[in-house]
C-alpha cells in the first residue's frame, strides 16, 4: 500500500484498523463476574502494588516477567534495524521493505495455530524455551542473510517465535496465579516488555549509527538467545518447587 498509494492514505487505513479493532472487541464477552462500581474499586496505586507482589513472591510470574524484560530489550531492536537493512544492505524496493516486516507478522499468525495441533499435552515451559531460540535464530539469520529472500524466512522463523512466546508466557501465568488476580497480573507483567522497548529504542538508536543494521540484528539475535541462560534455571527452579509442594500436598491428603 504504501509504495502504490502513497503514506497519508496507508496511515488513514491503518487509523481505521484500530477503530475496527475497538468495535470488535466491544463484542468480547466477559468471562468473569461484572466489575465492582467504580466507588469500590481499589486505586491504581494498590492496584498496581497488589500486581507487584504477585510477581514478587511468584517464582513462576518472576520468572516470565524477568525474561520478558530481557528478551524485548534485544527483540526489539529488530524494529530499528529492519527498514534500513533493506534499503541499503539488500537494496530492496519499498514493496519487499513492506514484505519484510509483514513476514514477521505471518509468522505470529502461523506459528501459534500449530500449537493448536498439540491441545493440552504441551508443556509450556518448552515452548517458551523453543520461542526464544526460534526467535534469536531468526534474528541473527536475518541479520546475516544474503538476499532478501533468506531475510523474509528469517523474519518468518522469529515471528513464529514472538507468537509462540506469547502464548507460553501467557499460559504458565494463568496456570500458576488465582483466577481472581489475573487482570492485575496481566497488567503488571505487561509493563515489563513495554519498558523494555523503550531501553531498546533509547540504545538502539545509538547503535545503529555506530555499527549499522546488520550488527545490530546480531547483536539483538545473540542478545535473545542470551536470554535462555536465564530463564531456564529461573523456570526450572520456580516449576520444581511448585511440582515439590504439591507432591507434600497430595501426600498429607
Known sequence: MLATIGLGPTLVVDAATFVL????IRGVRGLSAPAAPAAAREP????????????RHSRVV???SVGFLVLVTFAALDNL???PLGRTALAADEVMIGLLATAYGVGMVLGPV???RAGGRTRMQFVLYGAVLA?????LVTGVSPVI???LLGQALAGAGAGWHHVAADTLIQQHVPAERLGVVFGTVYMFPYAAE???YLAGASLLGLIGPRWLLVVSGIGILATLALVVPLLTRALGERARRRAEVAAVA
Do not use: N
Open 21 to 24: 479493532s475497538a468495535l470488535l
Open 44 to 55: 491504581f496505586h494498590q492496584v498496581l502494588g497488589a500486581g507487584m507482589r504477585v510477581v
Open 62 to 64: 518472576r520468572a516470565v
Open 81 to 83: 534495524a529492519l527498514v
Open 114 to 116: 500449530l500449537l493448536t
Open 135 to 139: 526467535l534469536g535464530l531468526g534474528t
Open 149 to 151: 529472500g533468506v531475510a
Open 198 to 200: 523503550v531501553l531498546a
